[in-house]
């Protein structure tokens, strides 16, 4: 079903429809971006890129990219994409600055937070307690600059990600062209991350680079594997050094090359070390004193419940000063209680 688009907001056509569009000649020249945000203004420009990256717009029967340039008497047949989901309601939780300016934030997430909303997690997330904390501010007028929505509804601020248990640093935008910015440093791999964690036996080596491609699992959809010459693999590179040993468990300092999903734990999983206490990837989800072979305190009191991983610290170019800035936060307290039963 196709349809000349009247004088009316994309909104008024169902999703599905292809609505046609000519470029006139005041149009050539222009990017197709550019081209779509100034025929439906209403629509956010981060919105119309993702219709745009989804392959939903056509020109002149090709899809086409957001840069590509039209021409006089182009057609461009765009299928109107289902509405974005409504963002995150605002909730007041707690959360633990690291650094708080005008164009950025930076938290140390707790364990067990989900970043932003998804199927399962809708409340009690970091994108929700960011609405309350940062554009509740905005809203009174002191200045503040609200939250990014470069990522999407559903992502306000959101440049990067961690799993729901890890804990530790993420950082945030507060504007567009500062969440562009950022992601281009994620991209280019210009961006430092550093991240602790406790591993269950013990690396051969004190240092050591892993560099296996990660891909989706074969049977568990909600896990990742090391996987070569898959269609969903791609590259991963993991440098780390042994800090501390201990019988049975290693300290270790990691950093990731690269950004795969659940790479860390993948990686760590597949050299026989995988990080204490991770559900998918070591089979244990709550560690006593007597996995390490000490007395129990007789209350049965679990020394971790969720991974021993930790985004340690992270450093950036800053978008607007151009300083180079290391963010760090402090070891939790559960994976500090492992390593003082370790250490005694």
Not at 10 to 18: A, I, K, V
Not at 225 to 244: C, W
């Amino acid at each position: 079903m196709a349809a000349e688009p009247p004088a009316a907001s994309l909104g008024s056509f169902e999703p599905g429809t292809e609505v046609v569009l000519t470029a006139d000649a005041d149009s050539a020249g222009t990017r197709l971006d550019v081209f779509l945000a100034r025929t439906f203004p209403e629509q956010s420009r981060s919105f119309l890129a993702r219709s745009i990256d989804k392959g939903a717009v056509r020109v002149d029967g090709v899809v086409a990219r957001a840069s590509h340039k039209l021409r006089a008497g182009m057609i461009v047949c765009m299928t109107v994409p289902e509405p974005p989901r409504a963002g995150p309601a605002a909730e007041e939780i707690p959360l633990e600055f690291v650094h708080l300016d005008e164009w950025l934030a930076v938290v140390n997430k707790p364990a067990g937070m989900v970043v932003h909303p998804a199927k399962g997690n809708w409340k009690g997330t970091l994108a929700g307690a960011l609405r309350w904390h940062l554009e509740r501010a905005d809203a009174a007028g002191n200045g503040a600059s609200g939250l990014s929505n470069a990522g999407g509804p559903t992502r306000p601020g959101i440049v990067h990600r961690l799993d729901r248990d890890t804990s530790g640093v993420i950082i945030v935008a507060r504007n567009e062209e500062v969440h562009h910015a950022l992601a281009k440093q994620f991209e280019q791999r210009t961006v430092t991350k550093t991240y602790l964690a406790i591993t269950q036996g013990q690396p051969q080596f004190d240092r050591d680079e892993i560099n296996l491609p990660i891909g989706i699992h074969p049977y568990q959809r909600e896990k990742m594997a090391v996987r070569r010459d898959h269609s969903t693999s791609r590259e991963a590179v993991t440098r780390f050094e042994v800090l501390e040993r201990y019988r049975g468990a290693a300290l270790v300092k990691v950093a990731p090359k690269t950004g795969r999903t659940h790479q860390i734990r993948v990686h760590l999983a597949a050299i026989g070390c995988p990080v204490l206490c991770d559900g998918l990837y070591s089979g244990r989800t709550r560690i006593e004193p007597a996995f390490f072979g000490l007395a129990d305190d007789g209350a049965g009191t679990a020394l971790i419940e969720r991974q021993a991983l930790h985004a340690a610290s992270l450093a950036v170019d800053h978008p607007v000063t151009r300083e180079r800035i290391e963010f760090k936060a402090p070891l939790p307290a559960d994976m500090q209680r492992v390593l003082d039963v370790l250490r005694a």
